[in-house]
């Protein structure tokens, strides 16, 4: 297929039309607003330095979520190199800046340390079973179209799913019970 080539306008709707599942998918991978405003900002620049490369074997959008998982996971991977600093930030960012409907400092704190326990075992989860878990969930996408977008069979997705779901129920089994 011919190389895509898009005037300003063209690529500013392609924006428009997929900047939520970029936000969504990021948010499932860093789950801080601010992270994945960030992360959608550099897939959406990423995107348009190459869009020429863009060859349409699949669509815009299955082209962006693989760019926004690249993306997101590489950014992980650089977080954890600082984890000890930016943990501190993080920690004491949710407790001081949130704006909550807990009342009392130790409401805020409680949902803070359940959101953080929650974040921490969807993240300790194996990559593939991650990226699957996150397409599924956070952006509610069909196994199709992760299969599409991981290049591996639906069934594959499935048993990520399961994987995920399982070791998600063990993770936090004495936290919320059942998943």
Known sequence: MEPLKLDKTQFEQIVKNHHLLVFRTAMGFVHTREE?????????????KSIESF???????TWLYRITVNVSLNH?????????????????KQL????????TPLQKLELSDRERIIQKAIN??????????????????????????????????????????????????NFVGNI
């Open 124 to 173: 300790d989860l194996p990559e593939k079973q991650r990226i699957a878990f996150v397409l599924s969930r956070y952006n509610d996408l069909p196994q199709k179209e992760v299969a599409i977008i991981m290049e591996i069979t639906e069934g594959a997705v499935e048993q990520l799913l399961q994987r995920a779901k399982v070791k998600l129920q063990k993770s936090l089994k």
């Open 96 to 103: 001081f800046d949130r704006q909550e409907k807990a009342q």
């Open 36 to 48: 994945a405003e960030d992360i959608t900002q550099d897939v959406f620049l990423r995107a348009y």
């Open 76 to 92: 992980i991977a650089q977080k954890k190199r600082n984890i000890i600093f930016q943990y501190g930030n993080h920690v004491l």
């Open 55 to 61: 060859r349409g074997d699949s669509s815009i959008s």
